[in-house]
């Protein structure tokens, strides 16, 4: 079975103009009409640090989760806004950037990997208290654009540390959209055949014209959760200066389906959300 994970938050964090909050709203609601397993739809950040969202508390009083399969994920960075996150029963994932990267962890959540990695252990306790699962984005996984150390032996230390502390999800993160097919693959099955019982996701940003080849080659390496953006929208604006966008959720959808995969989604709601984009981020 394929898990689609649906980022708007992803693809919103880096639209400089502020997005309305009922526009926000309107937006994830429809995409909670499509199927997806997951949707990523917000962040409980520094609102200085990520200004669109400073309303994710106030987008999610306003989202109709009545008769919608998905489930719902927001980021954190800190016990603060995993404690934040917490108080809302609708919110089922916290999802946590750990950076292979020293430099892009600095960067994104102001902390060392060290204190990052006990954050994560202690918002995966605060996530065990309140019936709470935690997702670990393994940011820069497949390399960086700071020379910073990296090798798929280190993505395999980070993962086993992961794995120690109870993590159940860990999702490849190219932050950066550098990884080839060839290491995707690679760098996947790895790391499926030696923890089989921790599900892995990829969370790649890509180029238009590789996300096909890309998504091919997380199935080869064994992955069946995949991350995306309608239209590919979005990047990391904490990563580099100039944006690689997310896998192109449409895209990935139509690669998913050649290759045999019943998604389960519902293509008239699909059609809607994909028409909403316009209004959302070319308003």
């Known amino acids: 079975m394929i898990k689609l994970i649906e980022c708007p938050r992803d693809a919103m964090q880096g639209i400089p103009g502020f997005i309305d909050t009922a526009i926000k709203a309107a937006y994830i609601n429809q995409l909670l009409e499509v199927g997806f397993d997951t949707v990523d739809f917000g962040s409980f950040v520094s609102p200085k640090a ?3 969202m400073r309303d994710t ?3 999610l009083d306003l989202l109709d989760l009545h008769g919608s399969k998905s489930k719902l994920l927001a980021i954190v960075a800190n016990i603060r806004g995993a404690e934040d996150a917490l108080h809302f029963q609708e919110i089922d994932f916290l999802g946590f950037p750990l950076s292979i990267s020293e430099t892009f962890q600095q960067r994104n959540t102001n902390a060392s ?3 990052a990695l006990t954050l ?3 918002i995966q306790n605060l996530c065990e208290i309140k019936g709470k699962k935690q997702v670990v984005y393994l940011s820069m996984g497949f390399g960086n654009p700071f020379g910073d150390r990296y090798s798929p032996e280190l993505v395999a230390e980070f993962v086993e540390k992961l794995v120690q502390l109870g993590i159940e999800t860990i999702s490849l993160s190219d932050t ?7 290491l995707i693959t690679e760098l996947l099955r790895v790391q499926i055949d030696a923890f089989p019982q921790i599900e892995f996701g990829a969370h790649l940003h890509s180029r238009p014209d590789s996300i096909s080849e890309k998504v091919l080659a997380g199935l080869k390496g064994g992955c069946r959760r995949f991350d995306g953006a309608l239209k590919g929208y979005g990047g990391c604006p904490m990563a ?17 389906e050649k290759e045999g995969y019943d998604l389960g989604l519902k293509k008239s709601e699909l059609a809607e959300a994909m028409k909403l984009t316009q209004f959302v981020f070319n308003p």
């Open 57 to 59: 508390a106030e987008v």
């Open 50 to 52: 990520v200004p669109q």
């Open 240 to 256: 580099k200066d100039e944006l690689v966008g997310n896998m192109a959720t449409e895209v990935m959808i139509e690669t998913l």
């Open 120 to 122: 994560v252990e202690e």
């Open 113 to 115: 990997i060290a204190e």
């Open 176 to 182: 950066v959209g550098v990884a080839t097919p060839e």
